[in-house]
């Protein structure tokens, strides 16, 4: 017996392989099993030392974390030298768990146990079957995203083998094997990249990641693709925790752009508040009649529910602020023209309809405020008349705007 386990423990201790990512057993497998075998003399006699030539199959399926069921079909033909037995035809089949006793990055460890039945036909008798208990111990090697190679050394005993001149049979089986996995690779975290290949494997949900499974950040501010609601936001931008830049006084104007990041004045282009008209100078001799036309009024700031003509509460404030500029204006007896303009994403119809409603919407809100229905004309542009770069997020800030325009 201890040369049996001699040659067993030489034959796994020269296994050593490289492997993939991961350990994970798929959820089911099927393989191939091939080795040898050794029978103790009451089988083949003085031949119990020699190795004789197994091939198999073999199924597999994952019940937890840490236990695999198994089952496996493996025959040989048995060189033996017995007297009045002969040559013997051995086939077994088994059934049992197998306990990942030590899980590593790129293999696992494992027991075998189970149980089973020995099916032995001798040329010259007897023939029997009989019941058979087996243990194992072994290592199973990732492969690829879903397969496995797999080596294995096992012992079994039978009972009741009364045509033999003892009542049981010892059975030494040192196996190797490769398993196909079947049906999808395990992907614990759900990102698309299998356990075996995720380099990043507990990426958040949602997470958009590379082809190692790692989340991408492609603006750099340490929130990730997918995950990130200002995903254009520039290098080195303070953001919050979805990724868009702060705005510490509330004003609609990003700190980054803020030239007064303390001082609330939604409406004006820099985030400060408008400074004081300074006087004219004195009008030159013999001036000729001024413009008393007021010119237009650029309504930065307003802003609108997305893809809606729905006023953002903070605009509110500005149109207020319009509403007392028109009313400076009475004793100039103009029309108005409320003018709407969008940004260019999106298509050009839909950008003036749009823009049109946008228009009527703060004429109605300037209406409420006392400004006369006849003095204003509600009118959308679309993207047609852009002040700013569309391709860049600032440019298209500036493009979404409200302009009071004077009609001469």
Known sequence: MMKHARVAGALAGMLVFGAAAAADMPEHEFGLLLGAGWADKDLVGGKDGDANPLFGVRYGQRLGTSTNFFGDLVYGKYDGNRAGVGDADVTTLRGGLEWLFSQQQRYNWFLSGGLGLINVNTDNGPDFTRPLVSVGVGQSWAVGANDAFRWEVRADQSFGNDSLPNASLTNFQALLGYSW???APLDSDGDGVPNRADQCPNTPKGAQVDAKGCPLDSDGDGVFDGLDKCPGTPAGVKVNADGCP??????????YLDKCPTVPAPGTPDGCPPKAAEPAPAPAPA????????????LEGVNFSIDSSKLMPESQAILDNAAATLKGWDDVKVMIEVAGHTDSTGSAAYNKKLSERRAKTVRAYLISKGIAADRLIAKGYGESQPVADNRTKEGRYKN??????PLK
């Open 400 to 405: 979404r705007r409200v302009e009071l325009i």
């Open 287 to 298: 001036p000729a009649p001024a413009d008393t036309t007021p010119r237009k009024l650029v």
């Open 181 to 183: 996995g079947i049906g």
């Open 246 to 255: 702060l705005d510490t006084d509330g004003d609609g104007i990003p700190d």
